[in-house]
């Protein structure tokens, strides 16, 4: 039924000026903004829809995340551009901020309204 559907994810930030910055300058992704929402143009080919809610409450696990071959150069360049990598509790992280136990090495930060994204090694 839906099998040719152009889907599309979506997540709520509480700020889209916030978000739009952060989406379009901090991390470089392709933003257009139309009746106030916004739309994430990946690189995939996929779009994500990112909406305002004044009441958003983040997710507690990743919304997003961004395949990369090079992990540690896009953690450096993040980090340069001020972004902050998390660190969770039975989750040991390289100085980095790198999880790389288990999977793919992976790193979490967030978007100004709290919302989990990460940089994962493509394989």
Do not use: C, Q
């Not at 980090?79 to 999977?103: K, M, W």
């Amino acid at each position: 039924m839906f099998g040719r559907s152009k889907a599309f994810s979506g997540f709520a930030v509480d700020d889209i000026d916030k978000a739009r910055s952060f989406y379009g300058e901090t991390l470089g992704v392709d933003v257009t903004e139309a009746d106030g929402l916004l739309r994430l143009h990946l690189g995939s080919g996929a779009d994500v829809l990112v909406y305002p809610k004044p009441e958003h409450t983040p997710a507690t696990f990743t919304v997003l995340n961004f395949p990369v071959d090079d992990i540690e150069a896009a953690v450096d360049e993040l980090g340069r551009r001020g972004v902050r990598f998390e660190r969770y509790p039975g989750l040991e992280a390289d100085e980095r901020g790198i999880y790389r136990e288990a999977g793919p090495d992976i790193a979490w930060f967030t978007d100004p309204a709290g919302n989990i994204l990460s940089v994962i090694k493509e394989n």
